[in-house]
């Protein structure tokens, strides 16, 4: 079986590898297609396109946007964008300011809790123009040996439980949507586990984002166990859903998620990828 994987990040916002790095592995692995899906940025598209044509591998170019949602986390997944979406990026380009003055909050926040930490130390490790995000700042955290590892950096100091938590400026579901769609992207709900809701409850989540645009739903991901994900299976039906899946692979900094297999048992199949680009003929996009 063909297998893909349509949730990857790279060191064009908090992964680790950068694209063609990540690019290449899903070759030497065997994947036949793959979806880059940075946070906030589309800035490793090009780069990617140019190493799927490199190494033949299929390459979709995408993003993840984190949006508004009080119960839990919401992610969209937007696919199939264009390289360089000129819309989206500048509204891309305001989240990314708006990271930068909340990464400076969380360094000052970190300070005043005696840790001894610049924004500078932070932007060292990053690639110039990246998505910065709270990855990166845990990473500076293990290197100075304030934390064992990005966990415990998370746990103790920059999740939500921790003491330099500052939450992120995010769009509104709605308005996510509708600049995704406005550059002909099929549009995706992320890993719906993470939204804490039961079925029930989902359904009717599900109901409200049709109506705003929703496409699909990524219903194989590496945190998804098998009665979630038939369950994910049975609602894509119900509701003429696309469904989606993906690793959210990235790198080192989530040493437990390996691309293409998550944490060890996922497949997804080509044939969801065929589904999609047939879709996209229906509609004329
Ligand atoms: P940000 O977009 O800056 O709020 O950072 C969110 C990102 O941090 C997510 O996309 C994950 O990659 C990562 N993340 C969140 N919680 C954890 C955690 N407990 N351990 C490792 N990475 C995490
Ligand atoms: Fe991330
Ligand atoms: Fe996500
Ligand atoms: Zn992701």
């Known amino acids: 079986m063909d297998l893909i994987d349509l949730h990857v990040h790279t060191t064009a ?3 680790t590898m950068s694209p063609e790095q990540v690019v290449k592995l899903a070759k030497q692995i065997g994947l036949k297609a793959i979806a880059i899906t940075d946070h906030d940025t589309t800035k490793g598209l090009k780069e990617a396109a140019l190493a799927g044509d490199k190494y033949n591998i299929e390459v979709i170019p995408g993003c993840e946007l984190s949006v508004e949602y009080p119960k ?4 969209i997944v937007g696919l199939f964008l264009p390289i360089k979406p000129k819309h989206l990026n500048s509204e891309l380009e305001y989240l990314r300011n708006k990271r930068h003055s909340r990464n400076k909050d969380i360094i000052k926040k970190l300070n ?5 930490i610049s924004y500078e130390d932070v932007l060292d490790i990053v690639e110039p123009g990246a998505s910065v995000g709270r990855p990166h700042i845990a990473r500076v955290l293990v290197k100075k ?13 920059i999740g939500p439980d921790g003491i330099a938590y500052v939450p992120k400026t ?4 709605q308005k996510a949507i509708s600049i995704l769609k406005k550059e002909g992207a099929i549009v995706i709900l992320a890993h719906p586990f993470s939204l804490n809701l ?35 299976l049975k609602l894509c039906n119900e509701m003429d859903l696309l469904v989606s899946g993906g690793s959210d692979f990235h790198g080192t900094v989530k040493k437990d998620i390996s691309l293409g297999t998550g944490k060890g048992n996922l497949k997804i199949p080509y044939i969801l990828l065929d589904t999609m680009k047939k879709y996209r003929q229906n509609r004329g996009l």
């Not at 005043?112 to 001894?116: D, P, S």
């Not at 040996?145 to 100091?157: H, L, M, N, P, T």
């Not at 995010?170 to 579901?173: C, E």
């Not at 990524?218 to 979630?228: G, M």
């Open 13 to 15: 916002s908090d992964g």
């Open 72 to 75: 839990g986390q919401m992610h």
């Open 112 to 116: 005043q809790a005696g840790v001894n």
């Open 145 to 157: 040996g304030v934390v064992k590892d990005i966990k415990e950096a998370f746990s103790r100091y």
């Open 170 to 173: 995010k769009f509104t579901p």
């Open 198 to 232: 039961d079925f029930d409850e989902l359904r009717q989540e599900i109901k409200n984002l049709k109506l705003m645009g929703l496409d699909g739903m990524e219903v194989y991901y590496s945190e998804h166990n098998p009665y979630q994900i038939q369950g994910y």
